[in-house]
């Protein structure tokens, strides 16, 4: 047998080393075993290892990796629409096309927006919205939008790029749109991105709700009717790799989209208004006596609640909000104006019903009165006053003011107050729009806690012909004129027709019946308002093919001395007299109540023709209707 | 010449057809066992890769063409004499020093790493052939001398091993350095290396772990091992691997997620998966199940190896055929436990399973070493 080893080691002269074989591969066949062992050893180690991980902790792993894989993703509701009493659209949902960017997918953001800038025009105000809600709540991969209604060139730019900027995406997005632009703005209010303070305020639930949807009512119905607009959340769940990238939707539930809303509104009938009002600043609010509704809510002047929707942008804004006109400002509903003559007939019948005055009571009118012990004259608006014989029906039909300081005299606060709550002075309405003002029907106890001081007779004065501390709304004025004509049932005005399928209900708040004698007499005054040539409102009379009731009003906007007359050249456009008409028709079946404020307008008759196109308008339509 | 045939024809011996292919396979220099066992573990690996790479057949085709070249390697390199690899041992240990120096000055720079050697028209890392050459120059120095080696021996023998190593890790390449010591040291200790040595070289080498801890190791080589401590100390930085391995691994359960099914690997999750940390997604898409036989291929090759180890003819062939075998299996080792996450993370692929072309051919052309060993101490029987 050749032991080349052997033979090795005297070539390389290592001769005098004997090798003892058997010992050799004594020695080695241990090692070998040993080896063996220690890789039996080592794999029973990675099998316990393996073991322990995919069959004890299999259920946690399991757990972890479909985490990894699987999200859920919230699917927002279609919002419910608006629509007017003739069907037509008054807040819709427009599809838009968003930019929208996944940070987590994006390696450089600030470079990414910036390459995107050379492809569609992204401003100042895009970015600091865009940054502004990364700061806000957000669900790991959820896209926040960049930039709103992409136009079909822009789609079409970043169509082609799309594919360099990883984490880009074009989504479809339903954005409120309101087509009749500032028509409605005051009354349906408008949708705004939720901001970090309506966020904080959510609720558990409301998070959940909102999880996937972007704006939320800010203002009017928008707001009012936030629950019932906004839906049920539906849910999306997706499998996606560890870049973010959706692979595909495992499982749906659909969202349920919030209920449509059916308006007592009258598109046309606003815009009728809208047109009477010819931009002067004021309401005009109309009213269905039979349910209630709402057919017209108008301030002017108005702006484009469209310009909210994305968020507008600080300098618009700016414009808004700092403009003399006040165009935010809510006049029908939170505009406080001195009723002035406008609630006579109200606190005529009271004076009938607690017998202060009766058809044959008779006063002189010299254009002045006075209180015993009290030095002061209060004037007339009629300088020379009214003559020698003025009653009731005369005091409503001319507006004669010192008729009715005597029935204030002797009626006293309490009575007033009282009586006048019946039409709802004083409160609110519970109008379905947010932030309604309740106006100032005073009293006695409302003196003392206000002003710390007691009652005094010339409040009662100043009280009987709206004016002093006396303030309304526009909306409580026609409000209490549609009472008036109902012969005193007062009906809570309502905007919402129809929730989903659900008739709103009609709340009538009160009923004083009183004498229907003492009824007649009062809206028989006010019907020769406008139908008596001796009328305040005779003016409008011409060309009616019906006949109508109304009171004219008019408000000081300053407060004149004693001794001074009022002269309008003399006094800034800002600070003459606001024009208030109140009216209903027809006068023998009461179907409309409108009221109109017009701020400085002087004259009340033109408060009378606003309102007198509005009614035609409605009757017209009425008619054609039948 | 009709007679003679039909004679031969009717020798009564059935086991004549058996001894006859075996010793044409044995004039091809194959091992049977380890062929086979090699050729199931290539299937086994190609189907976890071709899931892993995302299905991609491109990536496939390389692999293939890895795997005829691997072949050819193992194949030719079985042909070889043994007494003639020793003879010439010195001289491949030396190419590969100068080839190693040549890379430390002349290489080519890639990820922050000298490793390769470019010859214009190929490039190729030295440091890959030095994992064979090293062994066999150990075995060879080792096997003419009176075994077990005296302490003068032993210490020529590691420098035989910490002359290149210490070039590889100046790369530098760790995990490389490391198992071509390995693979030296393994020589070493089958050649009898006393225990006391072996005792008193851990000792010495628990003493200096402060030291290597705080001036050899570089930062990311630190935060190695500190991430397989804790992996959820960074979660999406250097724990990352760790944890969506150890995620993949444990959603396959015991019978898995299925042939291209596994979630983890198929959407990304798992990184690396159709390199180094190919049994994550193996084990997420077979299960234990299938880790279980991937086990027991390696198990088996492993064992096989070590009998020809046991049978070999010769001190050089034991020695090496011994040391090829149990570095296989610390790779197999390194990159499972590291996986697993019970070593830290090294650079160290998945023996011919994990994608790529040059520790394939460096394995196989081990296994036609071992198979020529095997045929050697067959026909010397």
């Known amino acids: ?626 | 010449m009709h007679n003679k045939t039909d004679f031969i024809r009717r020798l009564p011996d059935s086991g004549a057809h058996f001894s006859k292919s075996e010793s044409m396979l044995r004039r091809v220099h194959i091992d049977l066992i380890l062929l086979l066992l090699l050729v199931a573990l290539t299937i086994f690996g190609l189907l976890a890769l071709y899931s892993a790479s995302g299905e991609s057949l491109s990536m496939m085709k390389r692999q293939l063409v890895f795997y005829i070249i691997a072949y050819c390697a193992m194949f030719t390199v079985a042909q070889l004499d043994m007494k003639s690899l020793m003879r010439w041992s010195p001289w491949f240990y030396g190419i590969g020093i100068v080839l190693l120096i040549l890379t430390y000055f002349f290489g080519v720079n890639a990820k922050g790493a000298q490793r390769w050697l470019s010859l214009g028209f190929i490039r190729f890392q030295p440091a890959e052939a030095l994992k064979i050459a090293v062994p066999v120059a150990v075995a060879a120095y080792l096997s003419v001398r009176m075994l077990p080696p005296k302490f003068g021996q032993v210490l020529l023998g590691l420098l035989i091993i910490a002359l290149p190593a210490v070039l590889i890790l100046k790369q530098p390449d760790l995990g490389t350095s490391l198992l071509i010591c390995t693979s030296g040291l393994i020589v070493l200790f089958m050649a009898g290396l006393r225990w006391r040595f072996i005792l008193g070289s851990l000792v010495m080498l628990l003493v200096s772990l402060w030291p290597i801890w705080h001036y050899v190791l570089e930062d990311y080589q630190k935060r190695r091992v500190t991430t397989l401590f804790n992996p959820e100390a960074d979660k999406l930085g250097a724990g990352w691997n760790a944890i969506q391995a150890k995620i993949s691994i444990g959603s396959g359960g015991f019978s898995g997620k299925g042939w291209l099914k596994g979630t983890q690997s198929q959407l990304d999750f798992l990184p690396e998966s159709h390199t180094d940390f190919i049994i994550a997604a193996l084990a997420e898409e077979f299960g234990l199940a299938g880790v279980l036989l991937l086990i027991a291929l390696y198990f088996a090759i492993v064992i096989r190896g070590l009998l020809i180890a046991w049978q070999a003819s010769t001190t050089f062939n034991r020695l090496l055929a011994s040391s090829i075998t149990l570095t296989f299996f610390v790779y197999v080792f390194v990159n499972i436990g590291m996986v697993a996450g019970l070593l830290p993370v090294v650079g160290v692929p998945l023996p011919l399973v994990s994608l790529g072309g040059t520790s394939l051919i460096t394995l196989m052309l081990g296994f036609g070493i071992l198979m020529a060993i095997s045929t050697e101490s067959k026909t010397k029987k």
């Not at chain 1, 930039?147 to 079909?152: F, I």
């Open chain 1, 1 to 626: 047998m050749i032991r080349p080893d052997f033979v090795k080691a005297r070539i390389s002269g290592d001769h005098h080393h004997f090798k003892d074989h058997q010992n050799e591969i004594r020695i080695f066949r241990r090692r070998i075993a040993f080896c063996g062992l220690m890789v039996l050893i080592l794999l029973s180690v990675i099998i316990a290892r393996f073991y322990d991980l995919q069959v004890k902790n299999f259920q946690s792993y399991s757990t972890q990796s479909d985490r990894n894989r699987i999200q859920v993703r919230p699917v927002a509701p279609n919002r419910g629409l608006f629509f007017d009493a003739r069907g037509k659209i008054i807040a819709d949902n427009r599809a838009v096309s968003t930019l929208t960017l996944t940070v987590e997918r994006v390696k450089d953001l600030e470079y990414t927006i910036a390459r995107l800038g050379e492809l569609v025009e992204i401003t100042e105000r895009d970015k600091k919205n865009f940054y502004r809600a990364l700061k806000w709540r957000r669900r790991p991969y959820e896209a926040v939008a960049l930039k709103y209604n992409l136009t079909e060139e822009e789609l079409a730019r970043i169509a082609v790029n799309e594919f360099s900027f990883d984490g880009v995406e074009v989504a479809g997005q339903l954005v409120r749109y309101y087509p009749y632009g500032d028509l409605f703005t005051h009354v349906a209010g408008y949708v705004g991105r939720i901001n970090e303070a309506e966020q904080a305020g959510f609720s558990k639930e409301q998070l959940h709700q909102y999880a996937g949807t972007q704006s939320i009512g800010k203002t009017g119905l928008e707001k009012y009717y936030e629950s019932v607009l906004h839906g049920e959340v539906g849910q999306e769940k997706i499998e996606t790799d560890a870049r973010g990238r959706v692979l595909h939707v495992i499982d749906t539930i659909n969202p349920a989209a919030g209920k449509n809303i059916e308006l007592y509104l009258d598109a046309e009938l606003q815009i009728e208004a809208r047109d009477a009002m010819q931009g002067r600043r004021g309401a005009v609010v109309a009213i269905d006596i039979e349910t209630g509704g709402v057919l017209t809510l108008l301030s002017s002047p108005s702006y484009d609640p469209n310009l909210f929707v994305t968020g507008i942008s600080e300098k618009n804004y700016r414009l808004l909000n700092t403009s003399r006109d006040l165009p935010l400002f809510n006049r029908a509903v939170q505009g406080q104006y001195p009723p002035g003559s406008t609630i006579k007939p109200v606190l005529g019948l009271g004076a009938l019903q607690h017998d202060i005055v009766t058809p044959q009571t008779r006063i002189v009118d010299r254009g002045f009165y006075q209180l015993e012990n009290d030095n002061r004259l209060y004037r007339e608006w009629k300088r020379e006053g009214h003559g020698d014989n003025v009653d009731l029906y005369q005091a409503i039909v001319e507006s004669c003011d010192i008729f009715f300081y005597d029935i204030g005299r002797r009626m006293g606060v309490d009575r007033m107050h009282a009586f006048g709550s019946f039409f709802g002075l004083g409160s609110q309405t519970n109008i379905d729009v947010p932030s309604e003002r309740m106006g100032l029907w005073p009293s006695r106890a409302w003196k003392k806690r206000a002003r710390g001081l007691s009652w005094y007779p010339g409040n009662s004065l100043n009280m009987s012909i709206g004016q002093g501390d006396v303030l309304v709304t526009p909306l409580q004025l026609a409000a209490m004129t549609a009472a008036l004509a109902r012969r005193g049932e007062f009906v809570e005005p309502k905007i919402a027709k129809k929730i989903g399928d659900a008739e709103t209900e009609k709340v009538v708040r009160s009923v004083y019946q009183g004498d229907q004698a003492n009824w007649e007499y009062i809206l028989r005054s006010m019907r020769d308002v406008v139908h008596s040539f001796r009328g305040t409102a005779t003016s409008i009379n011409k060309n009616l093919n019906f006949t109508m009731a109304g009171k004219t009003g008019t408000a000081q906007v300053v407060s004149i001395a004693q001794d001074e007359e009022y002269d309008s050249e003399a006094l800034s456009e800002r600070n003459r007299d606001h024009a208030l008409f109140v009216a209903f028709a027809p006068y023998s079946n009461p179907k409309i109540a409108v009221s109109v404020v017009l701020e400085n307008g002087e004259k009340s008759s033109l408060a009378g023709e606003v309102a007198k196109r509005v009614i035609i308008a409605y009757l017209e339509a009425y008619e054609s209707a039948q």
